[in-house]
């Protein structure tokens, strides 16, 4: 069964990775720019980095029948130096401009600071712009709820946005709500163990229903699973969900979303 893994940094991964994915049914990943595990030391880092986004990694992905379209922006991880973060966004554009660039994403909060929101802020200027879909990644832990409703609260305010055109992602039971309401999608990542099980994923769709969710692996450098989705899949099956939910989860919600952009195929 065909599945798309929405959220996933293959530029961290191996090749035997995007073999295993094809075994299990991937079609499709977008991978979104994030922080690589260190800071760069300059714009010309992230200018390399979303050249490998772009053109190396689709070329990995199709070696394995996977299709491949990326986001770009500066993490918020990295928008603590607000002069650096606004010559990363100043390269955004050119690749903005690509056929296989969705959006602007991942960005959002981290430590929910004053840079990160200018930073925030400057950035969905940029996808309004551009008239680009938006990708969010949410704080952790003691921060997620906060941070989650200031991400809201600063898309509301631009005025341009439109909140099907954005995705909120790293929801949990405790956010899952007030971004469905507001009218946002909401994405559910899957960790082994913190984050979102997959079998808290389920529980969610048990509790939240169908509409405008969906599940990702986020599966980077750090210990994560590339193979999450179709775990979730198996949990989904163990608890008696009929085929057409699932293919909705974890097929037909992403395809719906990303096809927005105009750019997204499968
Ligand atoms: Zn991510």
Redesign the pocket.
């Given at each position: 069964m065909p599945y798309i893994d929405p959220?996933?940094?293959m530029v961290s991964r191996t090749t035997d990775d995007y073999q295993r994915m094809a075994l299990a049914g991937c079609v499709a990943v977008t991978e979104?720019a994030?922080w690589a595990g260190y800071d760069r030391s300059s714009p010309q880092g992230f200018y390399d980095y979303f050249v490998q986004l772009t053109e190396v990694e689709p070329k990995r992905a199709a070696a394995h029948g996977i299709a491949h379209h990326a986001w770009v922006c500066i993490n918020p991880k990295e928008a603590e130096d607000p002069g650096f973060a606004r010559e990363v966004i100043q390269l955004l554009p050119e690749f903005l401009d690509k056929p296989n660039v969705l959006g602007v994403g991942?960005i959002g909060l981290n430590k929910n600071s004053k840079n990160e929101m200018a930073i925030l802020e400057e950035q969905i200027a940029v996808a309004a712009e551009h008239d680009r879909l938006i990708l969010v990644?949410t704080p952790h832990l003691e921060d997620k709820l906060k941070g989650t409703q200031l991400i809201l609260d600063a898309l509301k305010r631009d005025g341009r946005i439109r909140p099907e055109r954005v995705l909120i992602?790293h929801v949990e039971e405790h956010t899952v709500g007030m971004v469905l309401d507001q009218g946002y999608w909401a994405g559910m990542?899957l960790y082994p163990d913190s984050k979102c099980t997959p079998q808290r994923a389920v529980d969610i769709v048990e509790c939240y229903g169908d509409e405008r969710l969906w599940i990702n692996s986020?599966g980077?450098w750090g210990h994560s699973d590339p193979l999450s989705v179709p775990k979730c899949i198996a949990e989904m099956k163990a608890r008696g969900h009929t085929q057409k939910l699932i293919d909705r989860i974890t097929f037909a919600n992403p395809k719906a979303f990303l096809s927005q952009s105009g750019r997204f195929s499968v």
């Open positions: 959220h996933i940094h979104p994030f991942e990644h992602d990542t986020a980077d």
